[in-house]
């Protein structure tokens, strides 16, 4: 009898869409850039779209093969549609861009650097128990 792990390791996300409404809603002053961006922070911002985007083809394989892994992302639950899976990165994906941009210079390097670390973990982890990318 074969015995397929049925283990997807992933950190639970947050709800940062919800955050920035809230944060925007009471604050409209944030959505003014507060320092120009230089070649650093757009190497950070791609790099961790880049990942983001890994990270989303890695999830789409788990939503396409329920029989074999699960997620732990609990704003995506154990057993997301494709749909779920799209709108939910393309918000991730939107909102790190969003909270980067309002961001000083310091605090967005700071906040892109940790996405990327976070996102590369992920995606580790993901391979690690024989997750693919898939689109």
């Known amino acids: 009898m074969d015995c397929v ?6 950190q639970a996300g947050g709800a940062r869409a919800a955050f920035l409404i ?9 959505c003014e850039a507060r ?20 990270d989303w083809g890695q999830t789409r394989h788990i939503a396409k093969n329920p029989d074999r892994f699960y ?7 154990p057993k997301p549609s494709v749909g779920k899976v ?3 990165f393309a918000g991730a994906m939107l909102s790190t861009v969003a909270v980067a941009h309002v961001l000083p210079r310091d605090y967005r390097r700071l906040f892109l650097a940790g ?4 996102e590369l973990s ?14």
């Open 5 to 10: 792990p049925n283990i997807h390791v992933r």
């Open 22 to 30: 809230w944060l925007f809603a009471l604050f409209p002053s944030l």
């Open 35 to 54: 320092d120009p961006w230089e070649f650093t922070d757009y190497a950070f911002a791609g790099a961790a779209l880049a990942s983001l985007v890994v």
């Open 71 to 77: 997620e732990k992302n609990q704003i995506l639950g």
């Open 86 to 88: 799209d709108a939910y």
């Open 115 to 118: 996405t990327l670390s976070m």
């Open 122 to 135: 992920v995606v580790e982890q993901n391979r690690s128990i024989g997750v693919k990318i898939e689109f």
